[in-house]
């Protein structure tokens, strides 16, 4: 059975689906389709994950759903799952998300940050994260390996010598030692403007935000949920205004008694570290999806993602080897300037 049949039957053995009508809601960077079922009747609308089986497993979804709802935020309420066929059918938190949101009115950026920051601490403090996959450091090096194969050899066409590829090496050692070192909490892993949406309680969407994308949470480092969130690699701030953010989380995140360092300069150098190591697997799964899966709409977010590595590898001493090395790659001149 095809999975457009299959679909089709789904709804319609789930949602009574007599003048229901199935568009399409959004698809990701996997093999995952959304559909939002929409009724005649005035039903709310709901949502179908499509996730071949083959490809993705729904479990995982079910699981970390179910942990954000009773920690209080806000996500998709699993309504019917049918694991082995691989669909779920969700509520549906609507249409808006932070990214449209922001390009149309960047004045709203502060109070949808604030919700977005209050939310993450809200999850940190109080989803069970002692059952998910650990963020180890086999799976910190994997994500960091996808830099040499998909970015740097097939998409930018640069041969790496030995004397390269151990500079990468350092560079990934040093990265994950500093994650793991931190404390471990409940990781969304891509909390991010394209996963959050715009919601009001007045409208039965919950409170904002809504949160979306959660199947590969883990346990790990506490600054990676806030790096996914400021250092997006779909939306850019000044450091100005990225700092204040960053400070209204640690000092709410102090509050809520999570273990965030005493020192904010400390923090804020983790975080940064935190923020290269995943900019640099971004980098990789960017030039994947274009070159392994035929998805050109990220080649644009590159340049984003390149800046944010630079910047980081500039303001750090230990980096310079690796900064020196995407020099070469993008064919720019070396940089110089190191804080720390």
């Not at 030995?162 to 070192?181: I, K, N």
Request: with cysteine; glycine share 6%; net charge negative.
């Amino acid at each position: 059975m095809d999975r457009q049949h299959a679909l089709a039957e789904f709804v319609a053995a789930r949602c009574a689906a007599s003048g229901a009508r199935v568009e399409p809601a959004s698809a990701d960077a996997s093999f995952r389709r959304y559909f939002r079922i929409r009724f005649d009747d005035g039903r709310p609308s709901r949502i179908v994950m499509d996730a071949p089986p083959e490809h993705e497993d729904c479990a995982p979804f079910v699981r970390a759903a179910a942990l954000l709802g009773a920690c209080g935020v806000n996500v998709p309420r699993v309504l019917e799952a049918d694991l082995a066929g691989g669909f779920l059918l969700l509520t549906d938190l609507g249409t808006r998300t932070y990214l449209s949101a922001l390009n149309a009115d960047g004045a709203s950026a502060d109070r949808l940050y604030r919700d977005a920051i209050d939310a993450l601490v809200r999850m940190q403090a109080h989803a069970a994260a002692a059952g998910l996959p650990p963020y180890d450091r086999t799976l910190l090096m994997r994500e960091m390996e996808l830099l040499p194969v998909w970015y740097i050899e097939r998409h930018r066409g640069h041969v790496l010598t030995d004397a390269d590829r151990a500079t990468l090496a350092s560079a990934f050692g040093l990265l994950a030692d500093a994650a793991l070192a931190q404390p471990q909490v409940f990781v969304h892993r891509d909390y991010h403007s394209r996963n959050l949406m715009v919601c009001s309680a007045d409208e039965g969407t919950g409170a904002n935000p809504g949160i979306l994308d959660f199947q590969d949470a883990v346990r790990g480092p506490i600054t990676y949920d806030l790096v996914s969130l400021l250092r997006d690699a779909y939306v850019e701030w000044p450091e100005e205004r990225l700092l204040d953010w960053a400070i209204r989380y640690w000092e709410a995140a102090r509050a809520a008694a999570l273990p965030v360092d005493p020192s904010f300069a400390d923090f804020y150098r983790a975080f940064e570290w935190m923020g290269l190591q995943r900019h640099l697997k971004v980098l990789g799964i960017f030039a994947r999806l274009y070159h392994r899966d035929a998805k050109d709409q990220y080649l644009g977010d590159l340049p984003l993602v390149l800046r944010y590595v630079r910047r980081t590898c500039v303001r750090y001493a230990a980096f310079a080897g690796l900064l020196r090395l995407l020099d070469r790659v993008e064919g720019v001149a070396p940089g110089t300037g190191y804080t720390f």
